[in-house]
């Protein structure tokens, strides 16, 4: 069996994702016990005990959301499409806790000024961020604001300096990899989400730029985000990993005995509310309780890796450089056989 460097992973001849690849450990362990592991990190002077930023979705992120992942010392992106926005605005800055937001292109520039004074990121939601107006946008933003700017999506890393240059400080990388994203099967446009980020993270250290990598789709567990770090992500959004929980916008439902609530694209009809161009779906998902036990074991499955792989730190499994490359049979060979 070949055992793969990143570079190495980012010439294979295919698009590859989370599922086709795996972590090897190649070091004798140093690591006593979990405990000794650091999973802290600072985002442009946000502390985070977890490298994890929820997604702009209005069923993941209301402000809720935001204050219970910033007790948990992760990061929420204030959802644009509720009145999650508005109830920011009207709280007078009181809200504190609610460090990040995201905008429309359309947004309006008095909303735009109002946020500036109430948050220290600003996430420019769209779904192709490879955009003459996003470009315009982040440096409309950079220049009258001392806020950081997280742009998105992108699938390739063609145009990061590009972005970059613009006043990006931030970018989410992933097109048509999320659960309820059907961009792939309505455009064709996205590759798999390992190959995203080794050619953006190889355009990032080659040209030298100063730009976070924000792994952005795809991620089912705990391990997928351990994989994240480890191909060069500075964090990991979460969108289907903490939908469904008791921070989540809106009701929960019972249906058949059991507890739901909602879950759905940015870009499906109930979003919308229009028969327009859709581009995701909307689903159930099950109740899973709070947050914090979604937060919890994935700290738990990254400190575990980490410990596997002999690193402390964060950047210490971003430096980890042995990977595996599974066949079909392989990864359903690692599956629970219950």
Not at 2 to 14: D, G, P, Q, R
Not at 120 to 147: G, H, M, Q, R, Y
Not at 155 to 163: D, K, N, R, V, Y
Not at 186 to 211: A, R
Request: hydrophobic share 40%.
């Amino acid at each position: 069996m070949k055992i793969y460097s990143k570079a190495e992973l980012n010439s294979y001849n295919y698009s590859l994702t989370y599922d086709d690849i795996s972590l090897i450990p190649t070091k004798i362990s140093e690591i006593k016990t979990r405990s000794d592991i650091k999973l802290e990190s600072d985002f442009y002077g946000i502390k985070l005990n977890i490298p994890v930023i929820s997604s702009p979705m209005d069923t993941v992120t209301g402000i809720e959301m935001c204050k219970e992942l910033n007790t948990l010392g992760a990061l929420g992106i204030l959802n644009r499409f509720d009145s999650s926005l508005d109830d920011l605005l009207r709280d007078g800055g009181e809200n504190h806790s609610v460090k990040a937001a995201a905008i429309a292109l359309d947004t309006p520039a008095s909303t735009i000024d109002m946020l500036a004074e109430r948050v220290s990121i600003i996430c420019i939601d769209t779904a192709n961020a490879s955009n003459t107006f996003v470009l315009k946008k982040s440096e409309e933003i950079k220049n009258k604001f001392p806020v950081k700017v997280m742009v998105g999506n992108i699938a390739h890393g063609a145009t990061l300096e590009t972005l970059a240059n613009a006043g990006a400080d931030a970018v989410r990388v992933g097109i048509g990899s999320g659960s309820v994203c059907t961009t792939s099967i309505q455009t064709g446009i996205g590759i798999g989400q390992v190959s995203s980020l080794l050619n953006v993270y190889f355009e990032k250290i080659n040209k030298k730029l100063d730009i976070k990598i924000i792994a952005d789709g795809g991620i089912k567990n705990a391990g997928d985000i351990a994989k994240a770090i480890c191909l060069g992500a500075d964090a990991v959004m979460l969108g289907r990993m903490i939908a469904g929980t008791k921070e989540t916008p809106g009701e929960v439902i019972k249906y058949n005995g059991q507890l739901w609530k909602k879950y759905r694209g940015s870009a499906s009809f109930g979003v919308k509310l229009k028969n327009v161009y859709i581009e995701g779906e909307e689903t159930m998902v099950p109740y899973r309780g709070t947050v914090k036990n979604v937060i919890d074991s994935i700290s738990d499955g990254m400190r575990s890796c980490m410990s596997y792989m002999n690193c402390s730190t964060l950047d210490e499994l971003r430096n980890s450089d042995s990977f595996a490359v599974l066949s079909n049979s392989s990864f359903m060979e690692r599956l629970p056989k219950i």
